[in-house]
Every structure is written in structure tokens, then in C-alpha cells.
């Protein structure tokens, strides 16, 4: 058996006859390597160990920013999704496309009007009336939208109401009224007239006989839908002047009785001797 060593390390072993190395590999008719051939040998290993580390290092470099951006992307429509839905759920109530607030609404399934739906108009027959006089409304309810929808249009629910400056005098739902619901559709008008009396309203509902007259002035009018109030219409001015006064009434006067002949063709003048 022979051995070949150097200052450093023994470098080949003979195991097994001529021929073979230490580690079992055959270098021809036992050749032995320079001590620069096993420095390039430890060399390549050593490149091809690091470029399949660098390799394995940017795979995992890869796949990690791969994940993070799946993740990051999956939580962003999450939460995208997430933020859409309160404005879905406030864009639809305010188009009214799930607003039933009416029992009929519900049991139906037609939607409620809303203000995408309808159009409030408002106008008097005389915009000057005298206190304790009558000012007649028209009220017109008029569809727009693009789908049908239920509203009750009766003086209880499309409110017709009078104020002077910020304060409401008067208000046509006071007094209860049967439900009045109108199917709208496509360009379906409802026109109504309401009459105010000249009178301020009170909290209970009672006859104008049993309400006083407002105080001359400028008023204004408009209507709205008691459920909804975003549905109105433009105020309209209305101008309460006094009460004409009465005509003086012509009182039968006293008037001079003829004279009375007395036979002395005198009449009732005195006699004088």
C-alpha cells in the first residue's frame, strides 16, 4: 500500500490496487493531482456551491415578495369591498331602490318614492287674500324617475304647510286623513287642491270656526312628504292684508213733521196779540 502526503494534509490514499484513489474514483493509471489542479477542483465546487446558494436565496427572495404581494393585493380588495358596501347600502337608500317604508310598500314589494323619484310643485290661486279669508293651494306630484314606486298623497302625508318667517302657523296634517297611496309611473301627475283658512293651527285638530285668524303679513307656503322630507317643493309667497273695513251703515235720521194748520193758516207758530 503506498501513501503520498504533503506538509499539509494526506492527499490520496492506494486502497484497493493501482488505479484507484482514496475516494474510490479511477485516475487513469493512478495519476496523481497537482496541488494546482486540486486548488481549481476546490475552486469550481466552490462557484458551483455559491451560484446554487445565490440561486436558492433569490428563489426564496422571490417567492416571498410573490406572497407578500398576493397577500397585500387580497387584503386591499378586501378591504375595498368592505368600504364599498356602507356607500352602496347609503347610494341605494338614497335612490330609494330598497326604501319601503309604507306597509303596502313591503307587502307589495314596489318601493316607496323617493326624492330620485318624484317632483313637488306648489302654486296659489290668489297670492293676496285678506284675514279669515281662503287661499287655494294646488299641489302637483309629478314622476321622474325611471322606475314605479308608491306614495301616499293624501293632506296627512304630502304636507302642505304655511309659516311665517321660521315658525309654522298651519299644517294640512293636523287633522287625520285616510291613507291616499298612488301608484307613479312613468309620467304620471297627481294634482290636489288644499285650502288654508287664514288660520294658525293649533297641536289638536279643530274646526277653523275654533281657530283664530292670523296676523296680516307675508307668508310663505310649500309641501313635503311627511316620511321623506328631502321630497319638497319651492316655497310660495302668500300676503294676508286686514280684513276690508265694514261699509258705514246708514242710520234713519229724524225728520221736521209738516206744520199743522191751526185754522188761522199760521200753522203752529205762535199767536201774538
Known amino acids: 500500500m503506498a501513501t503520498w502526503k504533503d506538509s499539509t494534509h494526506s492527499a490520496w490514499q492506494s486502497s484497493s490496487g493501482p488505479g484507484r484513489t482514496s475516494g474510490g474514483r479511477s485516475r487513469g493509471s493512478g495519476r496523481r493531482l497537482s496541488k494546482a489542479e486540486m486548488r481549481r477542483v476546490y475552486l469550481r465546487r466552490r462557484i458551483i456551491a455559491v451560484i446554487v446558494l445565490a440561486a436558492v436565496i433569490a428563489a426564496a427572495v422571490w ?14 380588495a378586501a378591504s375595498t369591498v368592505q368600504a364599498a358596501k356602507p356607500r352602496a347600502s347609503s347610494s341605494a337608500a338614497s335612490d330609494g331602490q330598497t326604501v319601503h317604508r309604507t306597509e303596502k310598500s313591503k307587502l307589495s314589494g314596489i318601493p316607496d ?13 290668489q297670492s293676496t287674500v285678506e284675514s279669515g279669508g281662503t287661499a287655494v ?3 302637483s306630484v309629478a ?7 308608491l306614495i301616499d298623497a293624501a293632506n296627512g302625508s304630502r304636507v302642505l304647510a304655511v309659516a311665517s318667517g321660521n315658525t309654522v302657523v298651519w299644517r294640512s296634517d293636523i287633522c287625520e286623513s285616510s291613507a ?9 301627475v297627481d294634482t290636489q287642491k288644499i285650502s288654508w283658512g287664514t288660520k294658525a293651527a293649533q297641536s289638536s285638530c279643530k274646526p277653523d270656526s275654533a281657530l283664530e285668524n292670523v ?10 312628504i ?12 302668500v300676503i294676508v292684508t286686514q280684513p276690508a273695513a265694514p261699509a258705514p251703515s246708514s ?7 209738516p206744520a199743522q194748520d191751526n185754522g188761522t193758516g199760521q200753522g203752529n207758530s205762535d199767536n201774538r196779540q
Open 63 to 76: 417567492g416571498g415578495v410573490a406572497i407578500a404581494r398576493i397577500l397585500s393585493r387580497r387584503h386591499s
Open 143 to 149: 314622476h321622474k324617475g325611471q322606475r314605479d314606486c
Open 180 to 188: 291616499r297611496m298612488l301608484l307613479m309611473t312613468d309620467k304620471d
Open 251 to 257: 242710520e234713519p235720521g229724524t225728520q221736521d213733521s
Open 215 to 224: 296676523q296680516p303679513g307675508t307668508y310663505t307656503a310649500y309641501t313635503y
Open 226 to 237: 311627511k316620511d321623506d322630507p328631502s321630497i319638497r317643493s319651492a316655497k310660495v309667497p
Open 137 to 139: 293651494f294646488n299641489v
Open 113 to 125: 318614492c323617493t326624492a330620485s323619484d318624484l317632483e313637488l310643485s306648489l302654486s296659489v290661486q
